[in-house]
């Protein structure tokens, strides 16, 4: 099976653990192959999924792929994950899923900053830098990726 038949068979299945797939690959290493899948998606709380959404979408992906004799008829292994706080925020969703966090941006012009996202729609995100509130447009964004906080109070504070 190639990747965008995969994808046409898991996207209902993920979508009923209230997920979708963010990035699908075949990864092929002789006669074994290995089938990635980041999962993404709001989660309970709007800020992404959790991992019993993971845990459960997983399952119901293995079992889609055994009914369905996939990827291949040689042997395979599922690796299942969500995308990751490292990974670059490339869509609205991904911005919006973040709200409150530290990101770095990397604009297309310009010097690299730092800022908490306020709020994000699907043309741009509010930041909040230095104190002070600046909109950034996402097509003037280069690459963007969240910042890991050790110290970062919690979302109620």
Not at 6 to 14: C, E, G
Not at 113 to 134: F, H, K, M, N, V
Request: glycine share 8%; proline share 5%.
């Amino acid at each position: 099976m190639t990747e965008s038949t995969l994808i046409d068979l898991l996207d209902p299945i993920v979508a009923e653990h209230g997920l979708e797939i963010d990035e699908l690959k075949i990864v092929r290493a002789g006669k074994h192959s290995v089938l990635r899948i980041s999962l993404d998606g709001d989660g309970s709380e709007g800020h992404g999924p959790d991992l019993d959404q993971i845990a459960d979408a997983t399952r119901a992906i293995s079992h889609a792929l055994d009914e369905a004799e996939a990827p291949s008829n040689s042997p395979y292994t599922l690796e299942v994950s969500s995308r990751g706080v490292s990974a670059p925020l490339t869509r609205p969703a991904h911005w919006r899923r973040n709200a409150t966090r530290l990101v770095e941006v990397t604009p297309l012009e310009g010097e690299k900053y730092t800022g908490r996202i306020t709020s994000a729609d699907e043309d741009g995100a509010e930041l909040e830098i230095d104190g002070q509130p600046r909109h950034i447009d996402f097509g003037q964004v280069r690459r963007a990726v969240v910042q890991i906080e050790m110290n970062r109070k919690s979302r109620e504070d």
